[in-house]
């Protein structure tokens, strides 16, 4: 596959999707930058995590008007995958690609270490691999990753089956005290109704090579690649 990496002003996460995508998955990937006008024929696009133009008035609120969010935007309305982490998934909330919004977390505090995932659905790009009873360790590194959605949103959400990943315990159990920021029903990605766009707070990037002692991210690197593939 090909993959392009959109990169922003204050993007500091680039170039560790760029490796896992290379060096580990042994994919193409093309670095764009978000004043170019061309997506260069990729399959696949990553929103990356960091803090693009500084989270200035919300996070991702500015980027989403970068020129090739436009061309993101009708790349996705034809169909076509977009994935973004963290600050990627704010951009993807801020644009509408994908339901719901991003607060600030419950705490007000900035909040990096490792927390457990549970896949909520088989049935997605992100995670047709992956083991539903088995959490997976993922780290976040986020300010404003609790997840929001009003009501009827929500009601339109669960019923389509868009909800990929709920936090949780090592054990898998979904709980009050399992979720690191306060989102709504402990809800850490999700998908367009499509199923081909996808929001996500954790950081699978940051746990997939042995070098790290955590590969318990690439399940969905291998899941995007299965399903592409097919």
């Known amino acids: 596959m090909k993959f392009g990496v ?23 990937v093309i670095r764009l930058w978000h004043k170019d006008h061309n997506l260069q024929g ?34 996705a309305n034809k ?7 963290c600050n990627g998934f ?31 659905t088989s049935n997605s790009l992100m995670t047709s691999l992956l083991d539903p009873a088995k959490a997976l360790k993922i780290p976040i590194a986020h300010g404003e990753g609790n997840y929001f959605a009003d009501a009827d949103s929500l009601k339109k959400i669960q019923d389509n089956d868009q909800v990929l990943f709920h936090y949780c315990d090592e054990n898998g159990n979904v709980s009050a005290a399992s979720n690191p920021n306060g989102s709504l029903n402990n809800i850490a990605g999700v998908c367009n109704v499509n199923r081909n766009v996808f929001g996500l707070m954790p950081h699978p990037e940051r746990a997939a090579d042995a070098i790290l002692g955590n590969q318990d991210g690439l399940g969905i690197f291998e899941s995007i690649l299965n399903i592409a593939h097919a």
């Open 90 to 120: 704010q951009i993807l909330a801020e644009a509408g690609l994908v339901p719901g919004a991003l607060l600030h977390n419950t705490s007000r505090k900035f909040i990096c270490r490792n927390v457990f995932l549970k896949p909520a």
């Open 6 to 28: 959109v990169i922003f002003p204050g993007s500091n996460c680039d170039e560790d999707i760029i490796y896992v995508l290379e060096q580990v998955m042994g994919q193409e």
């Open 79 to 85: 169909g076509g995958y977009v994935l973004g982490i």
């Open 42 to 75: 990729v399959d696949f696009v990553v929103l990356p995590g960091g803090f693009s133009f500084g989270d200035y008035l919300r996070s991702g609120a500015i980027a989403k008007y970068s020129p090739l969010m436009q061309e993101i935007i009708q790349f």
